[in-house]
């Protein structure tokens, strides 16, 4: 079966680092995304990993293991701006290369 | 560069009603996806137009909801008969045909209520 997993929520406080972790097991494996949502709207791409190891993007880094099926999402300096839904995804490979998504980590940002 | 919109922001029918929503993807993206977020649950899969065929249908939940996209360009998915169980967010996300690295654009979605 098709299964990923992240925490449920998470607080952090302004100005810190926050590290959000997925873990993954899927029949197919074509590269996993990440995903920023505010609530009631759009998510909006981050970052993308298929190989293994880390990739910087501004305040945002994502980390990729594929033989652990393990990725995490390292948000630094944080801001208030940066409270919203964090989502995981797999892109499975196949014919379509539809993404598989988690069920998402609710981050709340205190001053 | 217009992002992908979609059509209504909400809507509210009653169960056994029919209800049509609309994807505008981003001009020249040749992937279309649509997703649905049912309350509490992961964005899941519904299906995949390449152009105007589709490409994978696996998610769509049974055949009270139809999809097309004719002439490659919008598509639609009409749900007939709602049912109450049919509730939640649907986004429409569109991409580049080929590269794998190329991510889902995704639309604001639509919340549907059927009651």
């Known amino acids: 079966g098709q299964n990923i997993d992240q925490p449920t929520e998470m607080t952090a406080t302004e100005g810190a680092i926050v590290q959000i972790n997925c873990t993954y097991q899927t029949s197919g494996f074509n590269g996993l995304f990440w995903y920023q949502q505010h609530a009631g709207e759009a998510p909006t791409f981050l970052s993308y990993?298929?190989?293994?190891g880390l990739e910087e993007k501004g305040r945002f880094s994502s980390f990729l293991s594929r033989s652990k099926g393990y990725s995490y999402l390292l948000l630094k300096e944080l801001q208030m701006k940066d409270s919203a839904s964090y989502l995981c995804a797999v892109r499975n490979g196949g014919a379509t290369n539809k993404l598989i998504f988690g069920t998402g980590t609710l981050l709340a940002v205190q001053p | 560069e217009a992002g992908v919109t979609q059509f209504p922001s909400h809507s509210v029918i009653e169960k056994g009603q029919t209800v049509t929503l609309r994807c505008d993807p981003i001009s020249g993206h040749d992937n279309l996806y649509w997703y649905r977020r049912v309350m509490g649950k992961e964005i899941k899969f519904l299906l995949h137009?390449?152009?105007?065929?589709?490409?994978?249908e696996s998610g769509m939940p049974n055949n009270r909801f139809l999809a097309e996209r004719t002439g490659g360009t919008y598509s639609t998915l009409k749900v007939q008969p709602a049912e109450l169980e049919d509730s939640g967010v649907y986004f429409c996300?569109?991409?580049?045909?080929?590269?794998?690295?190329?991510?889902?654009?995704f639309g604001n979605g639509t919340r549907l209520t059927v009651t």
């Open positions: 996300a569109s991409s580049l045909l080929g590269p794998l690295n190329s991510p889902l654009h």
């Open positions: 990993n298929v190989l293994d």
């Open positions: 137009f390449v152009k105007e065929s589709k490409q994978d």
